[in-house]
Structure formats: structure tokens, C-alpha cells
């Protein structure tokens, strides 16, 4: 059964992940919406997820791999999901975004406030459906990703302590 395959979780997870980052990246370079502060910071944990495919693909047959796999993507789903709100929150002014997140330098001393200048302000958001901005789209793609990361640990953990049958 595909659902109960050792490699159906982990691909899951990974292509929902990527395929988050793809869409961002779409929206940006396609669709010409630059991201806040915050945007490029909901991306970090799927870079550092998409940084497990090679190690997946060749160690998911191993028990103990597929923990810390499991581990690792509940871990950074979780931080995603945290990161999303923390930016739904600062769109709809429940508490404060960054200093830096779209402010305004008068003078420019390095690239880094150069660059900053360009960038949309954190607090305004960028609605891609009536009412849905992209990080509470952002929010609801990621959070059903850790139900599944935490879905696979709760297994992975149940698989180790069950005796493999000889």
C-alpha cells in the first residue's frame, strides 16, 4: 500500500516543501512581487528541508534515518508554521514586525540597507485571493506539511519499538 510505503511520508513532505518554495519563487519572479523580510525568512526552513533529498533518497529504507528525518522536518515545519504566524500577526498589526522590515535609511551606509530600501514593508500585505494574503496561504500549506512530519515520527517511533520480524 503506497500510504504505508517507507518513502511515501519523506517524498511527500519533500515535494510539498519544494513545491512552497517554488510557488514563492513564482510569485517573485514571474508574477514580479518582492518578498519582506519575513517572506525571505519562511523560506529558510524549507532550504534547509530541500538540503535532506540526497540523504532521503539514498537512507530511507533505514529505520533509524527515517527518524531523524522525522525529526528534523518536524522541527522545520514547525519553525515554518511559527514564522508564517509571526508574519500573519505583524499583516494584521496583532504585534510588531522588524525594525529594518521595510524602513526607511536616511543615509545609506552598506549594500545590506541598499537592498533593504527595495523591499516591501512587513506590515502591508500582499493578497493573492480575496482575503488570503501569502503568508496565511503560507500558514495553511505548511501546517498540513507538519501534521504529516509528525504523523511519520509518531511512526518512526512506533516502528523502533517494535521488533523487526525475522
Known sequence: MLLRSSLFLPALILAGSAALLLGAWGFELIGGLLPCKLCLQQRVPHYMLAALIIPAVVLARFR????????????????????????????????????????????????????????????????????????????????????????????SVRALRVPRAA
Open 64 to 155: 533509524a534515518f527515517r527518524l531523524v528525518f522525522f525529526v528534523a522536518a518536524s522541527g522545520l515545519m514547525a519553525a515554518a508554521a511559527f514564522l508564517a504566524a509571526k508574519h500573519v500577526g505583524v499583516e494584521f498589526g496583532w504585534w510588531q514586525g522588524p525594525m529594518d522590515c521595510g524602513g526607511r535609511v536616511q543615509t545609506i551606509g552598506s549594500a545590506d540597507e541598499l537592498f533593504s530600501l527595495e523591499r516591501p514593508d512587513c506590515s502591508e500585505p500582499t493578497y493573492i485571493l480575496p482575503g488570503i494574503t501569502m503568508a496565511m496561504a503560507h500558514l495553511l500549506a505548511v501546517l498540513p506539511l507538519l501534521a504529516l512530519s509528525l504523523l511519520g515520527l509518531w511512526r
